[in-house]
């Protein structure tokens, strides 16, 4: 299959500050693909990178063969949607405007919603959970409802490829599970190409293709989750014991903190 | 505050809304030229065209009513996109020095020898908005954001900047160009011809209308730059077409009646509380709300101390001094 989306050796930096080295990374219709990293290893500046928010010091970003530089912002828009990380919105507009904004790429002049738009919104809101917030102001609605409005948002761009910056941080247990639930549907049925950027590293395991592990802007590791996430990984990357275990009800992998993981002097070369 | 509204804009809450908006500025217009120290027959007035009262309306009442519309329809359009591009509910053309940049071009162009109601100085108008906008944007922006209170700060700064160097203007000038320069400032309405009322009004209708083009990604933008980039939004273009349409907008407010305070702070703001926050609705409202606006508070300041009559600006500063002192409370509380 060839790819949707691909990054071909992308560097980045702020001035004289690598955040982001020689990153190859190639995303098919229907893969999702989780990207990991502790705080500051360039996870969000490379969704900027994939998303064509920031161009690259070195190295291209390619839509279905084409440079993102070359393709004008709307036409991007059209094909491929970002999640923030950090939602926000200055005044306060309904659940209803901020997930109809995603059909501002499609329309033209005015932009007032169609029948059509205001039908996709409504079912993007539905998809996720939402539906009953539709009339609220955002500014009322709590991190992760606003969260989820905006993974509505991206949902109603109807893209072909979806990039979300940490999309379950502010949800609760079951968002979360719902969330990536929804995102493995998505690319199950609509050859979406998805990539999200996780901290949880048992929700990579349990429901993405992939696994890209950033340290220090550099790939640490890239395969199937339970290949890239192993004990020894984690362990050199994030500085943490970890144990895989077997679930008790499906026997996959899962990943456990080890006795004492969290206490530095413990960690094998800590301080 | 709770506010209840529709969900979403549709045509029929446009087309409504605007409607309604533009019956009660025409209202306001009848009303206003009706007021005033001198009571007037309008059935008199329309039916002689010789009668003193056909002379008070039309020559002397009219124009400055039209006159006060159109400038309060470029200060609300003003205030309601600067609002929204800079994500800021305190922002004003005013309060960020962009009036006082127009009047200082303004004021140079006088005491160089322009005639005030020449179109020169409209046009100097507009180019000392359009820098000093694009200086205060440019201070107060770091990392891509700028921050609420800095622009305020840069804003009392050039405000202040401003007022130095007018007065310097002024003391560089002669006694009756410096006394031109006062007067013009002090955000007074004055009876004036109906070709400058005419030719403001065509100022203000174009800028207007090209800036309802951005009020969809003004939308977007409200949700960050990034965001709004992310949507196809190519901000860096409607950037510049917003500063540049709104310093043409207060150039020409400006140079027809100097500075007028807050109009561009309190339209905005209290519409948004009605119709919404969503540009498409919210600028063509605060036209015609910016309109209706300074045209009463014309009329207050024609009939508040008959025969007296007070500058428009002293008006407009009474009321929106202290709504901006509230504001600004809120703002420091966290809310909007």
Known sequence: MSARLAADAVTFAFGERTVVADVDLALAPGELVAVLGPNGSGKSTLLRLLAGLAVPRAGAVRLDGRDLRTLDRRTVARRLALVPQDPRVDYPFTALEVTLMGRAPHQRGLGLPSPRDLAIAEQALRCVDAASLAARPLDRLSGGERQRVFLARALAQQPEVLLLDEPVTHLDVRHQLDVHALLCRLCRERQLACVTVVHDLNLALSYCDRALVLSAGRVAAQGPPAVALDAACVAAVFGVQMLTVAHPQTGAPVLVAAENAADPFARPGGA | ???????????????????????????????????????????????????????????????????????????????????????????????????????????????????????????????????????????????????????????????????????????????????????????????????????????????????????????????????????????????????????????????VSGMINFVGLIVPHLLRLVVGPDQRLLLPASVLGGAAFLVWADAAARTALAPAELPVGVVTALLGGPFFLYLLRRSLRGER
């Open chain 2, 1 to 255: 505050m709770p506010v209840t509204r529709a969900t979403h804009l549709t045509r029929a809450r446009l087309g409504g809304t605007v409607a309604l908006l533009a019956a009660a500025l025409a209202l306001s217009l009848l009303a206003a030229v009706l007021l005033g120290p001198v009571p007037v027959d309008l059935a008199v007035a329309l039916g002689d065209p010789r009668s003193a009262d056909h002379e008070i309306l039309v020559y002397a009442r009219l124009p400055r009513v039209l006159l006060a519309a159109v400038v309060g329809a470029a200060l609300g359009a003003a205030g309601s996109v600067l609002q929204g591009l800079l994500g800021n509910p305190l922002a004003d053309p005013n309060l960020l020095g962009v009036s006082a940049g127009a009047a200082v071009a303004g004021a140079i162009a006088i005491v160089a020898g322009a005639d005030p109601v020449s179109l020169v100085v409209p046009w100097c108008a507009f180019a000392g908005a359009l820098a000093t906008v694009s200086f205060v944007y440019a201070v107060a922006r770091t990392h891509g954001r700028t921050s609420p209170h800095a622009i305020l700060l840069v804003g009392v700064v050039c405000n202040a900047l401003a007022a130095s160097i007018i007065m310097l203007v002024n003391a560089l000038a002669s006694y009756t160009e410096a006394q031109g320069v006062l007067f013009w400032i002090m955000g007074a309405l004055s009876t004036q011809s109906y070709t400058l009322v005419g030719v403001a009004a065509l100022y203000v209708a174009v800028g207007s209308l090209l800036l309802v083009r951005y009020a969809a990604a003004l939308n977007l933008l409200a949700t960050g730059e990034e965001g709004a980039a992310a949507l196809g939004v190519d901000v860096d273009r409607v950037r510049r077409a917003v500063f540049v349409l709104a310093s043409l907008l207060v150039g020409a407010a400006v140079s």
